[in-house]
T-cell receptor, first 114, second 116 residues
Framework: AQSVSQHNHHVILSEAASLELGCNYS??????LFWYVQYPGQHLQLLLK??????LVKGIKGFEAEFIKSKFSFNLRKPSVQWSDTAEYFC????????????FGRGTSLIVHP | GAGVSQSPSNKVTEKGKDVELRCDPI?????LYWYRQSLGQGLEFLIY????????KSGLPSDRFSAERTGGSVSTLTIQRTQQEDSAVYLC??????????????FGPGTRLLVL
């Protein structure tokens, strides 16, 4: 079974700072990778996803993530955060050829100070 | 179109009572998932329905938990003899299954359950 580890549980930044949230997974086969975001008072929604092709994936609101297969990582980045990026961020992985049920990390709470 | 809806949005119950949580997925989505989210924890998978296949119940924490999906649409998660540790936000998500690669999940607002 796969597992997902998000190393940063709480991150506090000032506006315009750069962001990188770590995500590592354990699974030896081919995977699909996701980042979901939950803004205060809102539903979980997809930020970006990787299935195949270019390992650098662009998402909404200026976010991107890079899949590094050799490191089993899918870190989320944004060069300059805004106050509106304050949210909970979840990394998820599912295994191709399996049941496709995604496994989620514990989440990272990001607070951006104006 | 309408997103995933869940009801009730909040539920307070006494220990030992049964509760039913409802999920209405996006129309046409064949896959439906239930998760539990406790404070400071990630999303804990509970159960998964895909079309007419037998559900994957591997995430249900005990036999007090059960779920059904009627007509391939609405799903109900039932917790019998609730315990205080069942207090959490219960999330439902649905997705299409066009390619079998694991499509984007669309989440509902959740039901916040508090067991006193």
């Amino acid at each position: 079974a796969q597992s997902v580890s998000q190393h940063n549980h709480h991150v506090i930044l000032s506006e315009a700072a750069s962001l990188e949230l770590g995500c590592n997974y354990s699974y030896g086969g081919t995977v699909n990778l996701f980042w979901y975001v939950q803004y205060p008072g809102q539903h979980l929604q997809l930020l970006l996803k990787y299935f195949s092709g270019d390992p650098l994936v662009k998402g909404i609101k200026g976010f991107e993530a890079e899949f590094i297969k050799s490191k089993f990582s899918f870190n989320l980045r944004k060069p300059s955060v805004q106050w509106s990026d304050t949210a909970e961020y979840f990394c998820a992985v599912n295994a191709r050829g399996g049941s496709y049920i995604p496994t989620f990390g514990r989440g990272t709470s990001l607070i951006v100070h104006p | 179109g309408a997103g995933v809806s869940q009801s009730p949005s909040n539920k307070v119950t006494e220990k030992g009572k049964d509760v039913e949580l409802r999920c209405d997925p996006i129309s046409g989505h064949t896959a439906l998932y239930w998760y539990r989210q406790s404070l400071g924890q990630g999303l804990e998978f509970l159960i998964y329905f895909q079309g007419n296949s037998a559900p994957d119940k591997s995430g249900l924490p005990s036999d007090r938990f059960s779920a059904e999906r009627t007509g391939g649409s609405v799903s109900t998660l039932t917790i019998q003899r609730t315990q205080q540790e069942d207090s959490a936000v219960y999330l439902c998500a649905s997705s299409s299954w066009t390619s079998g690669r694991g499509e984007t999940q669309y989440f509902g607002p959740g039901t916040r359950l508090l067991v006193l």
